[in-house]
């Protein structure tokens, strides 16, 4: 199943962030993990682009099949971006640098 099937079939997306002691972060409607490293991960979910930042932070679990990802380290903070507005700079940054 590709992305764009998952997200057709989710319309009614219900998203669960549980941090625990700010070390142990669950995550639930996760469809794929774009970047990680031990300071950022970059997670594509249900509702936008996750952007977990911390320090020494690993990957525990990772479930396609139940969308869910267990990131654990030091977390500082966590963002949402949206995923049509970070496409739209990479054009117009393409564009730019033609």
């Known amino acids: 199943m590709t992305i764009e099937e998952r997200k057709l079939m989710n319309t ?3 998203q669960n962030l549980v941090l625990e002691n700010r070390n142990k972060l669950s995550i639930s ?3 794929d993990v774009l970047s990680f490293d031990d300071q950022i991960v970059i997670v594509e ?3 936008g682009l996750l952007t977990i930042k911390g320090e ?3 990957i525990n ?3 396609i099949d139940t969308s869910d990802v267990i990131i654990e380290g030091d977390i ?3 963002s949402y971006s949206q995923k049509d507005l ?7 940054l ?3 640098f033609k």
């Open 12 to 14: 009614n997306v219900i």
């Open 29 to 31: 409607g996760v469809l």
């Open 45 to 47: 979910t249900d509702l």
């Open 56 to 58: 020494n932070l690993r």
């Open 61 to 63: 679990k990772l479930s």
């Open 76 to 78: 500082c903070s966590l």
């Open 86 to 92: 970070e496409k739209k700079g990479e054009g117009l």
């Open 94 to 96: 393409s564009k730019i």
